[in-house]
């Protein structure tokens, strides 16, 4: 293995543009042939990310009535049955953000819907994090979002139908970048 | 104030003093309660004994004397914690301790083997590739010291005066040479796709702590460390491998990280949404507000301290600015009325905490100390009246607001806010 490696960047060497003496500029320029390549493939139970256009979402589905059975088993010990809020973070209603102590909550912040599934399925349940299958996790987000008035008692959550669903702040978000 | 002018009549003279390390304390020791002691000394036990053995321990441990300099939590905790802060009042110079650097988890600790990690570079690149430690170690590598500040720090003095020491109130701020791999240098070993414009970068805890990073950033200043302070990063800081961006939002240093993947929009995470964004008085909120801006904190003298006896005290502290340099640090010691300028001990260097010095008599009337910083930008450090007139006390993050710290008459030093 080390021997390898040893032959593959020594070659590799020879063509590196080398030794700038800036101190904001690395000193070796090129590849150094350290690495191995990998197939997305065999990153996929790594790639988990959701952007806001649903790039990302599993196959799967979740109703609010299959989310409303987990989250009493799963989430409302530390949010509440009603999502408001016990050991940790108050998930339903919180009602507008220009008064002296805002709410911050799902239904009253948060942008995007992508991002709750995103989160749920990297992070929650807080004691076994990415223990949920995909379905688990759409269904969750699913009745999260049911519980602030965001969806419909019959609605789905899937790939097609979460990226849809437009949150009551979306547009509270002014980026700076910088 | 009649000392402080003598003082600092002017810089020249204030530096001149300092340097040769005269005039100012040739000035002082009258008005100096020194101790007095008619006991003669006899010979202490310590040294008429063989002292301790080598190796003991094996890793070196600070003095027995100096165990309550210890980072702390929250009192009163809170049921799920987030963070412990640096005793920044007991410090000296800029360089944090390892042991001491503040901690911001999201959720806890993981125990990871560095034989069993590994960082994925993929998305919009020409080669997906996988790195073992093994393989980041070999890289061509730089050491740096940066700051690095939660942007949460001080976050609770924008409502009310809420703490008392200097640790509580701004010891999410911390400064360390930083060892690793520039984050251009192993992405240019994957090749960028030309519409790749940021970054997901995820970390291996079980938050899979994620923020988007724009790649300009990554290919500016960014770097993968696996070291700090001349040893391989604490645990707590990400062992073995974090991201480390110089002058941004602490949390966007992912640490334990296993994962960078290039796009071309931001990702929207619940860290860069939810969290970690800055809520104005009419109920919106900016989003990637990355930079620490311009800051400075007076550490000694600092809350819950005392001053024993009127005469000569030195006033320093920590001044940063993600912006740059810091170009200057002024000093009041009547709440802001007049100010004069510390002396910044070199090196001054960028998005790196410079130590400041000032030279104080205090004639035992109460007094309220206070720190300005400038920097290289011309950014100055606001009041904090200015900062929520502009910010908003409900912004929580980026509070770079001056801090004063009242002196009473008996000595007590509190927090002035």
Not at chain 2, 216 to 238: T, V
Request: aromatic share 8%; charged share 20%.
């Amino acid at each position: 293995m080390d021997a390898k490696y040893y032959y593959r960047s020594s070659g590799l060497f020879a063509i590196i543009g080398l030794l700038v003496a800036c101190s904001n500029t690395p000193y070796v320029t090129g590849k150094v042939g350290l690495g191995t390549p990998i197939s997305e493939g065999q990153i996929q139970k790594w790639n988990i990310d959701v952007g806001p256009s649903g790039a990302g979402l599993p196959v799967g589905s979740g109703s609010v009535a299959a989310g409303e059975i987990l989250f009493q088993q799963v989430c409302a010990n530390c949010h509440g049955d009603k999502g408001q809020g016990v050991l940790s973070n108050r998930l339903v209603g919180g009602g507008g953000l220009n008064t002296g102590s805002p709410v911050k909550t799902v239904g009253s912040y948060w942008p995007y819907a992508t991002t709750i599934f995103d989160y749920i399925k990297r992070a929650m349940p807080h004691h076994s994090p990415q223990s949920l299958s995909d379905d688990q996790v759409y269904a969750s987000t699913a009745y999260i979002l049911y519980m602030n008035k965001i969806i419909d008692k019959n609605a789905v959550m899937d790939a097609k139908t979460l990226p849809l669903v437009k949150m009551p702040n979306r547009d509270g978000f002014i980026p700076i970048m910088r | 104030m009649s000392n402080d002018k003598t003082l600092t009549k002017r810089r020249g003279f204030l530096k001149a003093s300092l340097a040769v390390g005269t005039g100012v304390s040739g000035a002082l020791t009258s008005n100096s309660a020194s101790a007095q002691s008619n006991t003669f000394l006899e010979i202490d036990p310590w040294t008429k004994t063989q002292g301790a053995t080598f190796v003991n321990p094996p890793y070196g441990l600070p003095s027995k004397y100096e165990k309550e300099v210890v980072r702390r939590l929250p009192n009163p905790a809170p049921i799920f914690l987030t963070a412990s802060r640096t005793p920044i009042q007991n410090l000296h110079g800029i360089i944090t301790p390892n042991g001491l650097h503040f901690e911001r988890h999201h959720a806890g600790v993981p125990d990871i083997n560095p034989d069993q990690h590994r960082l994925v570079v993929h998305g919009l690149v020409d080669r997906p590739m996988i790195f073992s430690m093994e393989n980041i170690m070999r890289f061509p590598s730089e050491s740096k010291i940066y700051f690095m500040e939660c942007s949460g720090n001080s976050a609770a003095e924008l409502k009310r005066s809420a703490n008392n020491t200097a640790q509580q109130i701004h010891g999410l701020i911390s400064c360390c040479e930083w060892t690793g791999v520039r984050v251009s240098t192993l992405l240019q070993e994957c090749g960028i796709k030309p519409q790749a414009t940021w970054v997901l970068a995820e970390g291996a805890d079980g938050a899979a702590m994620t923020r988007s990073i724009p790649l300009s950033k990554m290919l500016d200043d960014a770097i993968l460390a696996y070291a700090q302070n001349g040893e391989m990063l604490r645990a707590e800081q990400g062992y073995p491998l974090r991201l480390f961006l110089p002058s941004y939002e602490g949390n966007m240093s992912i640490k334990w990280l296993r994962r960078l993947k290039l796009g071309t929009e931001p990702w929207q995470t619940r860290e860069e949404t939810s969290a970690y964004t800055d809520l104005r008085e009419n109920g919106k909120a900016l989003q990637f507000t990355f930079k620490m801006e311009v800051k400075s904190v007076i550490t000694q003298p600092s809350g819950m301290m005392k001053l024993k006896s009127k005469g000569f005290y030195e006033i320093s502290g920590i001044a940063w600015s993600g912006n740059g340099k810091i170009r200057r640090v002024e000093v009041s010691t009547d709440a802001g009325k007049t100010w004069q300028e510390a002396m910044l001990q070199e090196p001054v260097m960028d998005k790196s905490l410079v130590r400041f010095r000032y030279p104080w008599v205090w004639d035992g009337a109460p007094a309220v100390l206070m720190s300005r910083a400038v920097d290289t930008s011309g950014d100055v450090q606001p009041t904090m009246e200015a900062l929520i007139k502009t910010k908003s006390a409900n912004t929580f993050y980026h509070n770079n607001a001056i801090q004063p710290w009242r002196v009473a008459a008996n000595g007590e030093v509190t927090n002035g806010r």
